[in-house]
């Protein structure tokens, strides 16, 4: 349990720039106090003791902002940085090395008593505000930018943008080193509209030379006239 603990501690450290040393992170840290309590909460739903488990994960919401269903299942290492207002659906799956940020949305999109959450594979990044519904599954080392809305499933080493989610390859990225730079990631809108754009600036291009063009025939045309009006007053 202990080793469990000193695993969770690092990957705190080694994801969160701001944590500075472990007794910090023990005592204000509400995503790793949340995982903590949701440990304990799975274990008595799987138990049979479910009405604890959810007392228990009604506390955890109190103290820490972040709403885990008991019957969840989380892998290591998983790291809720922040945590305000997560909230995880009962039959979601979270694997290893996972990074949620706060505002995150696991949930379901069915009222049927069936696997309705997401499962979510190792090394996923998940930005703030981002949602994903329905029983779907995020491909490892893939990355959800910030607000998107995920209905659909997400290739292993991808990028998901949007609402809805829109899909951008990522292929040969390091899983060494993290990347957080949110504002980089690719925008599908932002491309599209620049498109456009350009495509307007052509057509603009084409039409200003057929206006110059017709602007030239028309001034000949009219010294041709001239020119036969003089001929004939001569």
Not at 23 to 51: A, D, T
Not at 176 to 182: A, G, P, Q, Y
Request: contains cysteine; hydrophobic residues 40%; charged residues 25%.
């Amino acid at each position: 349990m202990f080793n469990n603990l000193r695993a969770e501690i690092q990957a705190i450290k080694d994801k969160d720039p701001a944590a500075r040393s472990t007794l910090e992170i023990f005592l204000c840290y509400p995503g790793f106090y949340g995982l903590l309590m949701h440990r304990v909460s799975h274990w008595l739903w799987n138990h049979s003791l479910k009405l604890l488990a959810r007392m228990n994960s009604n506390l955890a919401r109190f103290i820490t902002g972040i709403e885990i269903h008991p019957g969840a299942t989380f892998g290591k290492r998983v790291f809720i940085d922040h945590g305000m207002g997560v909230v995880v659906g009962e039959t979601a799956i979270v694997g290893d090395d996972v990074l949620i940020y706060q505002g995150v949305i696991l949930g379901g999109t069915s009222t049927e008593k069936t696997k309705r959450h997401p499962t979510i594979e190792r090394g996923v990044i998940i930005g703030a505000g981002a949602k994903v519904m329905g029983n779907i599954t995020i491909g490892e080392y893939s990355k959800i930018g910030t607000g998107a809305v995920v209905l659909k499933d997400v290739p292993p080493e991808s990028t998901c943008v949007g609402v809805p989610g829109r899909i951008v390859k990522c292929k040969g990225v390091s899983h060494d080193k993290v990347d957080l730079d949110h504002n980089k990631l690719p925008d599908p809108v932002a491309k599209a509209i620049r498109t456009l754009e350009e495509h307007l600036e052509e057509t603009d291009k084409h039409i200003q030379i057929l206006y110059d063009k017709n602007e030239i025939c028309f001034a000949r045309d009219i010294r041709d006239e001239q020119e036969e009006l003089e001929d004939l007053f001569k």
